[in-house]
């Protein structure tokens, strides 16, 4: 599942092409993804000019002329791409038409995303978003406030961090990553990470998460950035989907261990992340 990095990416990529274009036509292939597509979203978005793209956590945000909101989940496989090859396949469930000659096209053959509407000025109370956890690349995303949220977790710290209550837009993979450089093991109680503990690991998910977004994302399966291009972070994992092969900079000896739980793969070094 495209995570903060890609869809930050994404939004990125988005904004510049995009922003103050003004949707012409709009395609709804079918009624519905993870959940229904509101019946009147075509009628909605035809006609709007783009007026910025935001992200909440893994939620893309297209804000539109009139103080509407887009809000789309790329879900497990879904992609957006801007003026790909003629479409029309299987896949391809929405496409949105720019008065440039630009296509978005949304393709997700798992069909796990979903889009829905909502107003600017009530966007935080959607239900989609009401729940979640402080972003953590925001200024005030820090070891004291980090801990605050951990203090009374009794779950593995990794659990917790995949909890979007808890801290928006982080999943498997950075989590993994970020736990590796704050030494921390996944196993570790969520509210035993305090004080110093908390600090390193607040800093490890930024570093993790702005590495990432500088690389374009991960690109494992389906994912890809706005223009079609591929991520590279993948090419830069210290411990996600290396198991068995050796630590970086680190003398364990035993390599990368995988263990699983909740049922996620999780990687990690048991010498170095305690």
Do not use: W
């Not at 939004?11 to 103050?20: C, E, F, N, Q, Y």
């Not at 070891?143 to 995949?162: N, V, W």
């Amino acid at each position: 599942m495209p995570e903060l990095p890609e869809v930050e990416t994404v939004r990125r990529g988005l904004a510049a092409r995009l922003t103050g274009r003004r949707i012409t036509h709009v395609t709804v292939r079918r009624p519905d993804l993870r959940r229904p597509l509101p019946p009147d979203m075509g009628q909605v978005l035809t006609g709007r000019e783009v007026r910025d793209f935001g992200r909440r956590g893994k939620y893309l945000l297209v804000h539109l002329e009139g103080g509407g909101v887009l809000i789309v989940h790329l879900g497990m496989s879904g992609r957006l791409s801007i003026d790909a090859a003629p479409g029309g396949g299987a896949h391809e469930h929405v496409v949105l038409h720019f008065d440039d000659g630009a296509v978005l096209r949304y393709e997700d053959h798992r069909r796990f995303g979903l889009m829905d509407l909502a107003k600017a000025a009530r966007l935080e109370e959607h239900e989609l978003l009401r729940s979640m956890g402080p972003e953590p690349l925001a200024p005030g995303f820090d070891g004291p406030a980090l801990a605050r949220r951990l203090h009374a977790k009794d779950t593995p710290i990794k659990a917790a961090l995949l909890d979007q209550r808890v801290v928006a837009g982080l999943g498997n993979i950075y989590v993994c990553e970020a736990l590796f450089y704050a030494g921390l093991s996944p196993r570790r109680r969520a509210g035993s990470v305090q004080g110093r503990r908390a600090e390193r690991l607040a800093k490890a998910i930024r570093h993790v998460l702005e590495d990432a977004i500088a690389a374009g994302g991960s690109s494992l399966r389906d994912y890809v950035q706005a223009s079609g291009e591929l991520g590279y972070f993948q090419h830069r994992f210290a411990v996600y989907d290396r198991a068995d092969l050796p630590c970086p900079g680190c003398d364990c000896g035993a390599g990368v261990r995988r263990i699983v739980q909740s049922g996620r793969s999780t990687f990690y070094c048991a010498k170095r992340q305690r």
